[in-house]
């Protein structure tokens, strides 16, 4: 039995390497055809091919073991272990009451809101823009339709009253009206969301960063 004290950021590091090394190892071949002449594989004779793939056929199976066990550890220690956050009650209010989670729940935190700041908030600034856009587009038509038919409907008249015409043009500008809908003041307020989402995410991933240098674990395998 072998037994191994380290903090958290130490195993995933070498949790890390063992992954690559697996990986590597896996990729090498570990059977091969032997005939009467052929007396090298792989550059070596038949009998150091043989010993050489029983070597790393042992090698990966101990990293394998070492792997699981330091990944046991990390999640035992993840599931046990707490950090102290800032509450996050949505993307448009802010809490400055902190409560005590898990590792794997800061982590899991972490992960929910780096996802929600890809899709979610980003999107709704694509969403913004392009309706933006459309809104501005549209009211440029809508001016060129009222200017149009003021045009058709006065060009020949010319005992039409200013009042006339501009009542008229209050009629056609209500006729071609329109808004942009933006109830929850999205276009006002997205920034200052993404910037919450960001710094939120900077400052929990210090205080883990913080932590796993810290916390020991011990593993055994």
């Not at 070498?14 to 190892?25: H, M, P, R, S, T």
């Not at 339709?145 to 056609?172: D, I, M, N, P």
Request: glycine content about 2%; charged content about 30%.
């Amino acid at each position: 039995m072998v037994k191994e004290k380290l903090t958290i950021r130490k195993a995933l590091t070498q949790k890390k390497v063992l992954d690559n090394q697996i990986q590597e190892l896996s990729s090498t071949r570990f059977v091969a055809v032997a005939t009467s002449n052929r007396t090298v594989i792989d550059g070596l004779k038949q009998k150091d091919w043989v010993k050489d793939a029983q070597a790393r056929f042992q090698s990966l199976n101990d990293k394998l073991k070492r792997r699981e066990a330091l990944a046991n550890a990390i999640m035992d220690a993840n599931a046990k272990h707490t950090v102290s956050v800032k509450k996050f009650i949505g993307i448009d209010k802010q809490s400055d009451e902190f409560e005590e989670i898990s590792f794997a729940s800061a982590i899991a935190r972490k992960k929910y809101l780096s996802d929600l700041l890809t899709t979610l908030v980003k999107g709704m600034q694509k969403a913004v823009l392009n309706n933006s856009k459309a809104y501005q587009e549209t009211e440029r038509q809508a001016e060129e339709k009222v200017t149009e038919r003021l045009y058709q409907e006065f060009a020949s008249v010319t005992q039409a009253s200013g009042k006339v015409r501009q009542e008229r043009e209050a009629e056609l500008r209500e006729q071609y009206s329109i808004e942009l809908l933006d109830p929850n003041k999205l276009a006002e307020n997205l920034m200052s969301f993404k910037e919450y989402i960001e710094n939120y995410l900077a400052e929990i991933d210090a205080i883990l960063g913080h932590a796993t240098e810290v916390t020991e674990i011990t593993v055994e395998y």
